[in-house]
Structures are given as structure tokens and as C-alpha cells.
């Protein structure tokens, strides 16, 4: 978004004179943004923030760590909403052998979206996150990628842009 220095203006008799609103620009194509956070949301479904599962809502996100676990992070977002915790200290210090973003931001941001979930008027009709129609769905299995039939047990589903999901090409891919 461009930026601005004045959210709002008022007189003294909170007369409004002057309002400035965020003017967002895509940076990147509704396919190519669906497929990644396909991706994060693979990240909390089975990943490094699985301890975020739990939470019936549709969430995607990533944690990190920084060298020597100086820094600990999770930044993770639902269809309205994005929210990123960080853990550190003002200098280079390790926070601990094991103070990864996983165990020391993820809890933080996961009680926090609980309490905004649980706050929404709609917490009983969760928002989703809407693919664009060129994307192609396609069951992988998840230690390797190759290719299942549909509803295969272990299986995962991953999201292609049409035309770039293994086999698009014309080459048959192993199965």
C-alpha cells in the first residue's frame, strides 16, 4: 500500500477534514497467491505450527527462527486477518537452545486467535479462502509429491495453477 503520515483529521468539534484510507495494489496474481497460502496452510495442517491445528478456522502461516535462536517469529493469517508475533531481545542474544518459533511465538499468536475467532459475530460460519478457477487440485502423496488417486489415504491435497500441475506437460509422472 502507499503509504501516508495522517490516518484522520478533526477540529475541535470533531468535524472531519481530512481522511486518508490505504489504496492497495496487487503485487502478485490471485493464482500464484492462492497456491501459496495453499502451501502456508499446509504448514499448520502438518508442519512446523501443527500446534495450531487444533482451531477449527481456516489458518496458514509460518514460523521461524533466527541463527542461535536469537529470534523466534510466527506470522500467520485466516481470510480476514493476519497477525505476526515476534520474541527476541533489543541486542543479538539467545533466547535458549530450544525458544524456536514454533514454541515460543506460535503459543502467543494461537491464544490470540482464539480470542479474535471466538470475538467474531460469524465464529459459526468461518470465512474461507476462495481459489480463483485456474487452479487445479490435485491428491500428492506427502513424503514425495507424486501424483495418488483421489482420496488415497496419507494423501494431501495441493493446489496447481492449471497448466503447472505434474503432467500438465504431456510427460506421464510415476505413480
Known amino acids: 500500500m502507499k503509504p501516508f503520515s495522517v490516518l484522520k483529521l478533526t477540529d475541535r468539534d470533531r468535524n472531519l477534514l481530512e481522511e486518508n484510507r490505504g489504496e492497495p495494489a496487487d503485487v502478485i496474481s490471485a493464482d500464484t497467491a492462492f497456491v501459496m497460502t495453499n502451501l502456508l496452510r499446509g504448514v499448520v495442517l502438518r508442519g512446523t505450527a501443527h500446534a495450531a491445528a487444533g482451531i477449527d478456522w481456516p ?90 488417486p483421489p482420496d488415497t489415504p496419507g494423501g494431501i491435497s495441493e493446489a496447481f495453477i492449471s497448466g503447472t500441475q505434474p503432467g500438465a506437460d504431456g510427460f506421464a509422472r510415476p505413480q
Open 59 to 148: 489458518l496458514a502461516g509460518k514460523t521461524g527462527t533466527v541463527d542461535d535462536n536469537t529470534d523466534a517469529w510466527f506470522i500467520g493469517f485466516d481470510p480476514d486477518l493476519t497477525v505476526g508475533v515476534w520474541i527476541g531481545f533489543d541486542e543479538k542474544k539467545s533466547l535458549g537452545g530450544l525458544e524456536q518459533g514454533a514454541v515460543a511465538a506460535l503459543p502467543i499468536w494461537t491464544d490470540f486467535m482464539k480470542a479474535y475467532i471466538d470475538g467474531r459475530p460469524d465464529k459459526d460460519q468461518p470465512p474461507a479462502f476462495s481459489a480463483p478457477g485456474n487452479i487445479v487440485f490435485l491428491t500428492v502423496d506427502k513424503s514425495n509429491g507424486t501424483v495418488l
